[in-house]
């Protein structure tokens, strides 16, 4: 029967496939040891940082997966709740609901997809407002086999997240926002894994703490007017997840977002806005292990060459993503190891992606964006142009995205994202400044 690990593999790297798509694309040189592979490498030590529950992680609407997968500090929408929930306490609407749907990896999967529904209400006060949304991944199908190949069951393993978020302005140019989410990972249907007994399902609770800046009266020359806004959003920071009661717990998609947004009016009709996302995940680095897997006599763990043990709690993994990378390590002629210098902070800086992007209005009711995404080939190697369009339409609005893949058989490419929105506020016209 498939031991826990390939089991659980099997489900989640399907979903998080498309950050290994780099693998072997690194130079390679002597005197490196490869954590991953145990070859000789120089340049480009592959690292890449797996989590459980990824699918936290995945553009869940078509507005900013038209932009390069970048939204933490663009004009809020219901999808706020993903990407920055503070935004939502300057939301123009009284209330909106969202729904997205993208089928997902289906040039490896036929049958997986992620469809996300959001919505949220501004409260009386016209200073708050509260929302809620549901996150729904499903990986297809599997078929569980014992070690004679035998047929078990077949069995469909899904995901779902559901949020509260709540967000309230403390001024006139600024405002923050808290979410709460609860987190269901059933990969293998209670299913019983020789050495790890019954499996169950994975589940967290988690937070997002987020803060939103934005400032209106900004002029460009004479008649010009453009605003400036500034977010950040620390997301999924809860508790390690464990699919059976014997196993070591997983760390959940801990990630931090940040970037600017800024909106040119140019004319009564024309409206411009540009924007970037960096993001860096507040989880442990996998660490240099020693090739002859000797055992720390102080932790009775295997032994760390460089880096450090990711056998550590919530607090000590966020605080310590920073300054963990394991760097490039080689192997002098006296069998003895050391830390290429300066490879540490070249990795720490290698774990930050970007995403950028771009859009323009007609009239407030046509949309085109276009974007990019960019990943380190050493984590994970996610490369793309992004393109969007929607409509809206007095309570109707309509968006959908196309992702073009920069890098050769990326399982990401063609990936199609659709939004249906509406808008409840009169006639759907925004709300006016107070």
């Avoid at 209670?190 to 994975?202: C, F, N, W």
């Avoid at 801990?254 to 800024?262: D, K």
Wanted: contains cysteine; glycine residues 10%.
């Amino acid at each position: 029967m498939k031991s826990l690990s390939a089991v659980r593999s099997t489900a989640i790297l399907a979903s998080v496939l498309h950050t290994l798509a780099g693998l072997g694309q690194g130079s390679v040189s002597t005197n490196c040891i490869n954590q991953l592979t145990g070859q000789d490498c120089k340049q480009g030590v592959l690292n890449t940082i797996t989590t459980a529950v990824p699918f936290l992680l995945i553009s869940v609407d078509s507005r900013a997966g038209g932009m390069g997968d970048a939204g933490v500090a663009v004009s809020p929408d219901a999808n706020s709740i993903h990407w920055n929930p503070s935004k939502l306490a300057f939301a123009e609407n009284d209330g909106e609901f969202m729904m997205s749907y993208s089928p997902w990896l289906r040039n490896l999967v036929p049958d997986m997809s992620l469809a996300y529904l959001a919505g949220y209400k501004r409260l009386s006060n016209k200073r708050s407002a509260i929302g809620g949304s549901l996150r729904y991944f499903n990986l297809g199908s599997i078929t569980f086999t014992n070690i004679d190949g035998t047929t078990i069951r077949d069995f469909k393993p899904a995901e779902f997240a559901v949020d509260l978020a709540f967000a309230q302005q403390f001024g006139d140019n600024f405002s923050g926002g808290v979410a709460i989410r609860y987190i269901n990972s059933n990969l293998t249907g209670g299913i019983s894994v020789q050495g790890a007994g019954q499996s169950k399902a994975g589940q967290s609770v988690a937070a997002d703490v987020s803060f939103y800046y934005r400032k209106n009266d900004i002029r460009l020359g004479d008649n010009k007017d453009a605003q400036f806004a500034f977010g950040l959003n620390i997301s999924n920071v809860g508790a390690k997840m464990a699919y059976t009661s014997s196993s070591n717990k997983d760390f959940i998609p801990m990630n931090l977002r940040i970037g600017p947004s800024f909106t040119v009016e140019l004319d009564q009709y024309n409206k411009v806005t540009f924007n970037m996302d960096a993001n860096k995940l507040l989880v442990p680095t996998p660490p240099v292990y020693y090739p002859d897997n000797r055992i720390d006599p102080v932790t009775n763990e295997r032994a760390v060459v460089s880096g450090r043990n990711p056998n550590v709690g919530v607090a000590e993994g966020i605080f310590g993503s920073f300054t963990d990378a394991p760097g490039v390590v080689i192997q002098n002629d006296d069998s003895t190891y050391s830390v290429l210098a300066g490879s540490k902070w070249r990795e720490e800086l290698r774990e930050i992606n970007l995403a950028g992007g771009f859009e323009y209005w007609y009239a407030d009711q046509f949309a085109f964006r276009t974007g990019y995404f960019w990943e380190h080939y050493t984590k994970g190697n996610r490369k793309y142009f992004t393109l969007g369009a929607g409509v809206r339409y007095s309570k109707f609005a309509l968006d959908m995205s196309y992702l073009i893949a920069n890098t050769q058989r990326s399982p990401l490419a063609n990936t199609l994202r659709f939004t249906l929105g509406f808008m409840f506020d009169g006639k759907g016209q925004k709300k006016k400044e107070e």
